[in-house]
């Protein structure tokens, strides 16, 4: 059960949580998670780069004043990065100093030598924690199926120390950039909630919030400037991320509203692709700033 | 409204999305009965994200999730929700009666050799020559398939498994062994990498001057997303469609009709180039080609600027491990890359082969099982 040191009654007192984590939830985002926690199950969150998926786990952790644990996924992903592993120096010394033929497997392989990965590590907490498995497309699917098992029963094995169960269930986010389907058991088993680019309004706020002291103009600027990009065909478009650290340095430079001049000089914190800058340049970029400047006279 | 009422709105509603196309388990209905159970009902965006996000997990099905949501809860004038089983019913029936006719006339000769054909005049004929192979020769088809799929290209795994001649000591059974000797890794227990197949991705062209080609390059289709792991499978004429999903089948028969069915455009124009942009942002995007190897299965033929068809390609070449192209055209000794989308696209290519008969692609299967990159990264 989650016998959290917090709990939410409503969608609206987690949302507000949330807010005082400096994250700007939408209320799907936030039915998603506040859902996740009532029914008891993984919510997964999938959508582009940059939306925001990693930092909402985080601020649900501060939300709920846990320990947020983070297992990064990668392609080779495997137990013993991602469960445990043993300390096999610490074994060998341990055996050496002994003597001979007084270590017995069983104190070899004991929980004093084991070392304790994300996944054991969260299963195995007595207090409240998040969990958070980021980009499981990237594992592959050997590792999908080991986690299903995970979080079907929210135990794990160990041959040598038998059978781990989790004192209290905790709160799973696993992360999707959908560079792959994920196997539908596993989807079966999570909530899923699919995360898009946020509109003007909310995008304006994250980037006030974010960026403490931005002129109001400014931060409608940068926000309807990027925005124009997603619109165009980018090899990386960018996400909520990418329009924070631009308007970080608009502001740092002293700006007050943007011009072609500045977002040239600094197309490099919104764009990280090389042909995406150059098909940027010139003309389209002119127009863009054009634009962004008339849609956040409007949108203010 | 009463706990009941609601299941059993729950429930219906469940019926209309299965309707749809959305696969909707009992275990879902339940979730979806505890999440409204958790929200405030009078709010219409909690109870919408509520079903949705128990009901749905898929990206693709939230549009048909909106539809069916507006229809059932708002009852809003909208166009009703597509009834995808009976469309696949009839798909399927014009496969088969395109089968049947096939089995007993020999008219489709008369389209001639599509080798020999420019695209637009093969594309005037417009006769499908699915019916060219024989029930056996499809079987045969299939058998070499499943071939091409066992011999698929390999990378190095970062699991590693017992294995004499490793190459990394395996320290849990070392450990175990030294118990006896107090500590001296008296034999030395190794492991190393397994190789697990390395992703796929194919890109069919099945517009009209590929018509021939068409369904025996489906069976391809159909073998490698047979496997399961890591393949997945696009068609392409005048747009890009990811057929990964319709081809999931067992029966070769039902793939090929959802197939069908799926790639509208079967029989129209190529736009290579469009489709290969469409592949790069969609799926390149989200890094599907990365590490792939990458298989285009076209004549080259395009319809618009060429010059798009190499800046596509050389993206494509950049995220892929190798890319080969399969043209069906180079079967004839004859044959000349001439056509400006092929000539494009040529220098981004690791391997052209032909796979206009069951031996090329046999070719192609010895190609695929030892690729070796061959472009720089």
């Given at each position: 059960m989650y016998a959290a040191a917090v709990t939410f009654r409503t969608i609206d007192e987690l949302e507000a949580a949330l807010r005082a984590a400096d994250y700007l939830p939408d209320r799907g985002l936030s039915t998603a998670l506040f859902l996740s926690l009532a029914l008891e199950k993984p919510v997964l969150l999938e959508g582009e780069?940059?939306?925001?998926k990693t930092e909402a786990a985080k601020a649900l952790a501060t939300a709920l004043e846990a320990r947020l644990i983070r297992l990064q996924c990668y392609e080779g992903l495997d137990v013993s990065h991602a469960v445990y592993e043993w300390n096999y120096p610490r074994q060998l010394l341990h055996i050496r100093a002994?003597?001979?033929?007084?270590?017995s497997e069983e104190e070899l392989f004991g929980p004093e030598f084991l070392i304790r990965r994300p996944l054991l590590e969260a299963i195995d907490s007595d207090e409240q924690v998040v969990l958070l498995i980021d980009?499981?497309?990237?594992?592959?699917e050997e590792f999908e199926a080991f986690l299903l098992e995970v979080l079907s029963d929210f135990q794990i094995t160990i041959p040598e120390l038998g059978t781990i169960r989790a004192q209290r269930v905790p709160a799973v986010v696993l992360t999707s950039n959908r560079t792959r389907e994920l196997h539908d058991a596993l989807k079966r088993r999570a909530l899923f909630h699919w995360i898009g680019h946020p509109s003007i309004e909310r995008e304006i706020d994250i980037v006030k919030l974010r960026v403490p002291g931005i002129p109001e103009r400014l931060a409608a600027e940068a926000a309807a400037f990027v925005r124009g990009l997603r619109?165009?065909?980018?090899?990386k478009p960018p996400g909520v991320a990418e329009t924070i650290d631009w308007a970080h340095a608009l502001a740092a430079l002293g700006r007050e509203e943007i011009d072609a001049e500045v977002v040239e000089q600094t197309l490099g914190s919104v764009l990280k692709y090389r042909e995406d800058i150059e098909a940027v340049r010139d003309e389209t970029l002119a127009g863009l700033v054009e634009e962004a400047r008339a849609t956040a006279g409007k949108s203010r | 409204m009463q706990g009941t009422a609601i299941v059993r709105h729950v429930v219906t509603f469940g019926r209309v999305l299965r309707e749809a196309g959305i696969e909707v388990g009992p275990g879902r209905i339940v979730d979806a009965v505890h999440g409204l159970g958790a929200v405030?009902?009078?709010?219409q965006e909690d109870v919408y994200f509520a079903l949705r996000q128990t009901l749905v997990s898929r990206h693709d099905e939230l549009e048909l999730f909106d539809r069916a949501f507006t229809a059932w809860?708002?009852?809003?004038?909208?166009?009703?929700?597509?009834?995808?089983r009976q469309e696949r019913r009839f798909a399927s029936s014009v496969v088969r009666d395109t089968l049947e006719s096939a089995k007993d006339g020999?008219?489709?000769?008369?389209?001639?050799?599509?080798?020999?054909?420019g695209a637009s005049e093969h594309e005037l004929l417009r006769?499908?020559?699915?019916?060219?192979?024989?029930p056996e020769e499809f079987e045969r088809v299939r058998a070499l398939m499943e071939a091409i799929v066992r011999t698929r290209p390999r990378r190095t795994s970062r699991r590693r498994s017992p294995d004499p001649?490793?190459?990394?000591?395996d320290m849990r059974r070392m450990l175990r062994r030294c118990l006896r000797s107090g500590g001296d890794p008296v034999d030395q227990p190794w492991k190393s990498r397994k190789e697990v197949p390395r992703k796929l991705v194919v890109l069919c062209d099945v517009s009209g001057s590929m018509d021939a080609y068409a369904r025996a390059l489906l069976l391809f289709l159909h073998a490698l997303v047979g496997t399961g792991h890591g393949v997945e499978a696009f068609a392409f004429g005048t747009r890009l469609r990811r057929l990964t999903g319709d081809l999931a089948t067992r029966d070769p028969e039902a793939a090929i009709a959802r197939a069908t069915e799926a790639?509208?455009?079967?029989?129209s124009g190529t736009r290579i180039g469009s489709a290969l942009q469409e592949f790069n942002v969609t799926y390149g995007r989200r890094?599907?080609?990365?590490?792939a190897v990458v298989v285009v299965v076209s004549?080259?033929?395009?319809?618009?600027?060429p010059g798009l068809i190499g800046r596509e390609m050389a993206k494509l070449a950049r995220a892929a491990y190798a890319v080969v192209w399969v043209n069906p055209?180079?079967?004839?000794?004859?044959?000349?890359?001439?056509a400006g989308g092929m000539r494009a696209a040529l220098p981004f290519v690791d391997r052209f082969l032909a796979g206009h008969n069951l031996r090329s692609l046999e070719e192609l299967a010895a190609v695929l099982a030892g690729i070796e990159r061959r472009h720089a990264a």
């Open positions: 780069a940059g939306v925001g002994a003597q001979e033929g007084t270590v980009e499981i497309d990237r594992a592959d619109g165009l065909d980018l090899a | 405030d009902l009078t709010r809860f708002l009852r809003g004038p909208i166009a009703p929700v597509v009834r995808q020999d008219e489709v000769e008369v389209a001639g050799d599509p080798r020999e054909l006769e499908k020559d699915f019916a060219e192979m024989t001649r490793g190459d990394v000591l790639a509208v455009d079967w029989g890094a599907l080609s990365r590490g004549d080259g033929w395009e319809r618009d600027d055209l180079k079967g004839n000794p004859e044959y000349q890359p001439l």
